[in-house]
């Protein structure tokens, strides 16, 4: 039994969730990254981690902190999104529940392909791990994991 094979007899037998999607050249729209001029929404700014597993995340402190020290005011929480919610998640932030989601394991790939835009980084990278709402409802994406990981 080969390495793909055993790997789907794993997935049948214990339940394991299918590898993601992979991203596909040319099926997320490029755009230049859109200027953050404040959120899309008129109360208060809201963000979440998403991911599965998420509680263990550090973002929600991370970024309420951040947010607190520079006199921000802003929500953030950490949200679980189960493989296959996530389309249903994105519509949520579309439709105007987040203006901004971290977007974490095991949805980095499939959030670049399901976004409306991608800037040049998250084409690239082939993976999106911030979604940015903008005025009119569209999801762009973005990718600072390598220019974080170059500056480091």
Not at 24 to 38: I, Q
Not at 109 to 136: F, I, K, M, Y
Request: hydrophobic content about 40%.
């Amino acid at each position: 039994m080969g390495w793909a094979s055993a790997r789907q007899w794993k997935q049948q037998s214990v339940g394991l969730r299918p590898p993601a999607r992979r991203y596909s050249p040319g099926t997320a729209v490029v755009d230049r990254p859109l200027p953050c001029k404040g959120s899309p929404s008129t109360a208060v700014p809201r963000f979440a981690v998403i991911g599965d597993p998420i509680a263990h995340s550090a973002s929600p402190r991370l970024f309420r902190w951040l947010a607190a020290s520079l006199g921000l005011p802003l929500t953030y929480e950490a949200v679980r999104v189960p493989a296959g919610s996530l389309p249903a998640v994105l519509e949520e932030a579309r439709a105007g529940r987040w203006d901004g989601l971290s977007v974490t394991i095991p949805h980095k790939q499939d959030a670049l392909v399901l976004s409306d835009r991608a800037d040049p980084g998250a084409a690239r990278t082939g993976a999106a791990n911030c979604l940015v709402r903008s005025a009119e409802g569209r999801l762009v994406a973005h990718n600072t994991d390598l220019e974080g990981l170059v500056q480091a």
